[in-house]
Nanobody
Framework: QVQLVESGGGSVQAGGSLRLSCAFFGYTWTNYQMGWFRQAPGKEREGVAV???????TYADSVKGRFTISKDNAKNTLYLQMNSLKPEDTAMYYC????????????????????????WGQGTQVTVSS
C-alpha cells in the first residue's frame, strides 16, 4: 500500500525556518517527479516546488530564493527547507508523487491538484505569525 507521511510542520514567527519531510512507503519513487503543494483556508491547492527524477527543481515564484526542495532516494524521503517564512506561507502543506511520470515539471506544479494519477500525503500544517 502506497503511503506518504509528512512531518515537520509547526508554528513560527515571520523570518523563521522550518524543514518539512515526507517519507514514502510501499513503493520506490526514484523514477518519478515529486513535489510539495499547499492549501490555505478558503483557497485552492497550489504548487510550491517540484523535483524530478534527475534532481532538477522547479519553484513557484512566491517561494523562489526562500524554499529548497530536495530528496534522499536511499531513505525514500522528500524534503522542503523553508527559510525567511512569511505570514502568507501559512497553509497545509502536502507532498505528492506524480504517478504519470511523463508530465512537464512546471505544468505539474501549476496543474497538479487538478490532475488524476497523483499520490498525496495527509498534510502538515505550517503557521507563520507576524
Amino acid at each position: 500500500q502506497v503511503q506518504l507521511v509528512e512531518s515537520g510542520g509547526g508554528s513560527v514567527q515571520a523570518g523563521g525556518s522550518l524543514r518539512l519531510s515526507c517519507a514514502f512507503f510501499g513503493y520506490t519513487w526514484t523514477n518519478y517527479q515529486m513535489g510539495w503543494f499547499r492549501q490555505a483556508p478558503g483557497k485552492e491547492r497550489e504548487g510550491v516546488a517540484v523535483i524530478d527524477a534527475d534532481g532538477s527543481t522547479t519553484y513557484a515564484d512566491s517561494v523562489k530564493g526562500r524554499f529548497t526542495i530536495s530528496k534522499d532516494n536511499a531513505k525514500n524521503t522528500l524534503y522542503l527547507q523553508m527559510n525567511s517564512l512569511k505570514p502568507e506561507d501559512t497553509a497545509m502543506y502536502y507532498c505528492a508523487v506524480d504517478g504519470a511520470s511523463d508530465r512537464a515539471a512546471d505544468w505539474w506544479l501549476r496543474k497538479g491538484p487538478d490532475l488524476g494519477n497523483n499520490y498525496w500525503g495527509q498534510g502538515t500544517q505550517v503557521t507563520v505569525s507576524s
